[in-house]
């Protein structure tokens, strides 16, 4: 249900500066921060700068237009002065050419302030996105199973993506808006104050009052935003669901509820985005109204003191740039805080991603098992995915070199579990499990592994050529070598059918391979990579006869010399087996070869004789 609601929240985050509304909520804002802080602990050199440069920025802003008050009043008088002699009015580089000048710089130095501070800023943002990214994908590596398991893949996929992209924006844009934001209206307010007292307090209460406004509409706001993630994230559910059950919906002639599911929730996501983008877009002009109905009262206030000589010309333009220089981001507040709020609940979550606890680090004085004979042994050991429930409780049998153990049961029984522990993919919780007389968990998991083969019915291969997807576990191989492994793993024949061979790119071009050819192939990769011991997950249904006699023959010439598990859905390729292990719920309920557990008459005679009963 948490992770439910975190990635409806994900799903439907959309920026705020696409004219988005985020509701996610930090709940440890100033411990985040000071996180981040520490993150970017390389960078607080350019923090510096950047703070140097807002100080720079803000002073110079505040100050021009209170420069310009001076020289507006200046060449006023000149013109008037030059009207009363009849004569021209000129600006000379004494009279007005010199402030004008002085002036010109001030608004260039502000505007170069503002750019140095905008660029140093990208600068950081992306510094810290990839130091992020970087210890993100570490940290995925580092991670148990475990945690995989049982966390959403598009939530963790998140992190790397909508996340980095939220604080991205606010860095850039947010954090500055803010601190400049929050220095010149201050600095605005004092100087205003300097120059009238009555025309400030008008402009500070309709300020009040466009602030209660923004906050009035912003709740509804925040409430519709909310809304349209849920809505969102459930079309997107839909869609997902329709997508990756498309064989079934079709199968089942379901084509047309499903399409008028997710017609139904794309028009409930209409209506909720139309609501929800209503207010976004009326906040900003009924805002700005409230604004301009101030400004319009302080410029007849100030008209009315300008024409009894209690104001000056340049006072009055001075002013209002300082009205409008406040006025502005006064309108984004609401954005930039609801901005910052959102990057900081995406930091909260990229650091529960990097705080996760981590696999058991490996022993410090590990031992090393190089290229084992193949003796595997459980011994007593015990293990459940959650300590509440405990799935194997006691389960002992040992495998000796080269030989063939077969892993059988009902689903749920527990076979992929006994070759996750074995992998070590999980930590067993009580025993131990032995390669070569050595504890497993006294060796580090690289060295358990580089003993292990495993060919696995989903088959993963990845976007590159055929030769490289064969060499995965052996980068170094030649392609003589890999051209040996793929006849032993019989995908000799078809590679040399494809356009370009072993150079035939996957990915673009992997939908034109079968599920038994895909098999095949990760057959090939494990016969390159040569281990002593493997595991085997026969293929069930999803390959038609041929193939499948294909696969079987490939993998007797893998397991040829090496002790082999293999999970069996079918029992008539396991009566050769020297070891048949029978499952059910966790535990092991019988062990023997074919022979003897059929004379024993027990759970696998009476599985054995159903599955051929009829044959
Ligand atoms: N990651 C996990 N977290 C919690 N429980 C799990 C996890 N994986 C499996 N289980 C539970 O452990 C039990 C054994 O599952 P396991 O996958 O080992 O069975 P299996 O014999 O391989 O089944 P199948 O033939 O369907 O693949 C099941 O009750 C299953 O629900």
Redesign the pocket.
């Known amino acids: 249900m948490e992770e439910q609601k975190k990635t409806q929240g994900e799903a439907g985050g959309d920026s705020l500066f696409d004219g988005g509304f985020d509701t996610a909520v930090p709940e440890r804002p100033w411990a985040t921060l000071k996180r981040l802080w520490h993150t970017a602990q390389d960078q607080h050199l350019r923090l510096l700068v950047v703070v140097l440069s807002v100080v720079c920025y803000t002073a110079l802003a505040i100050a021009a237009p209170y420069y310009s008050a001076g020289i507006v009043d200046l060449l006023w008088e000149n013109i008037q002065r030059a009207q009363g002699l009849g004569e021209a009015f000129v600006v000379t580089w004494r009279q007005g050419g010199r402030e004008i000048f002085v002036l010109l710089l001030l608004y260039l130095g502000s505007w170069g302030f503002y750019t140095l501070q905008s660029y140093l800023m990208v600068g950081f943002a992306e510094q810290l996105n990839l130091r992020l990214r970087r210890e993100m994908s570490e940290k995925l590596h580092r991670l148990p199973?475990?945690y995989l398991?049982?966390h959403q893949t598009g939530a963790t996929l998140s992190h790397f993506t909508n996340d980095m992209d939220k604080m991205s924006e606010a860095m850039q844009y947010g954090i500055l808006r803010l601190v400049t934001s929050v220095v010149l209206i201050v600095g605005s307010v004092v100087m205003m104050f300097r120059f009238n007292v009555v025309m400030t307090l008008l402009f500070l209460v309709f300020t009040l009052l466009s602030m209660v406004v923004t906050k009035l509409f912003s709740g509804v706001t925040l409430r519709r935003a909310s809304r349209r993630q849920q809505a969102l994230s459930q079309v997107t559910g839909l869609v997902e669901e329709a997508y990756s059950g498309r064989v079934v919906i079709k199968a089942f002639c379901r084509e047309q509820a499903s399409a008028g599911e997710i017609h139904r929730a794309t028009e409930e996501l209409a209506q909720a985005t139309e609501k929800a983008d209503f207010m976004m877009n009326a906040i900003n002009p009924t805002v700005r109204l409230v604004n301009r109905l101030g400004q319009m009262g302080i410029a007849v206030f100030a008209g009315w003191q300008l024409l009894s000589g209690q104001l000056t010309v340049g006072v009055f333009q001075a002013f209002f740039q300082y009205v409008n220089q406040s006025a502005e981001p006064l309108t984004e507040a609401s954005y930039v805080i609801n901005s910052m709020q959102s990057a900081l609940a995406s930091a909260e979550r990229v650091y529960r991603l990097l705080d996760a606890p981590e696999e058991r680090p490996n022993p410090a004085l590990p031992q090393r098992v190089d290229r084992a004979r193949g003796q595997v042994e459980f011994r007593h050991v015990s293990f459940g995915?959650?300590p509440d429930r405990p799935?194997m409780k006691d389960i002992s049998f040992a495998a000796r070199p080269g030989q063939k153990v077969a892993i059988v049961?009902?689903?749920?029984?527990?076979?992929?579990?006994?070759i996750?522990l074995l992998m070590r993919f999980y930590e067993v919780d009580g025993g131990q499990i032995l390669l070569d007389g050595v504890d497993t968990a006294a060796m580090t998991r690289e060295n358990l592994r580089d003993n292990f083969g495993m060919v696995l019915q989903d088959t993963w291969l990845f976007d590159g050529t055929i030769a490289e997807n064969i060499a995965y576990g052996k980068p170094e191989a030649t392609r003589e070598e890999i051209i040996a492994a793929a006849r032993t793993a019989r995908v000799d024949f078809f590679v040399r059918t494809m356009p370009k061979g072993y150079d035939t790119v996957l990915g673009g071009e992997a939908e034109n391979l079968s599920v038994g050819q895909r098999q095949l192939l990760t057959i090939a990769r494990v016969v390159l990579r040569d281990p002593p011991v493997l595991i085997l997950d026969e293929a069930t249904s999803s390959v038609d006869t041929r193939t499948e006699i294909e696969i079987g023959k490939a993998m007797q010439a893998l397991m040829r010399g090496r002790t082999s598990f293999v999970?069996a859905h079918r029992l008539s390729t396991i009566v050769d087996a020297d070891l048949i292990l029978v499952?059910d719920q966790?535990n092991i309920m019988e062990q023997g070869t074919h022979r003897a557990l059929l004379a024993a008459g027990g759970a696998y005679a009476a599985l054995y004789n159903s599955q051929f009963a009829g044959s």
């Open positions: 199973l475990s398991d049982s995915y959650t799935l049961g009902a689903t749920g029984a527990g076979k992929t579990t006994l996750n999970i499952m966790g």
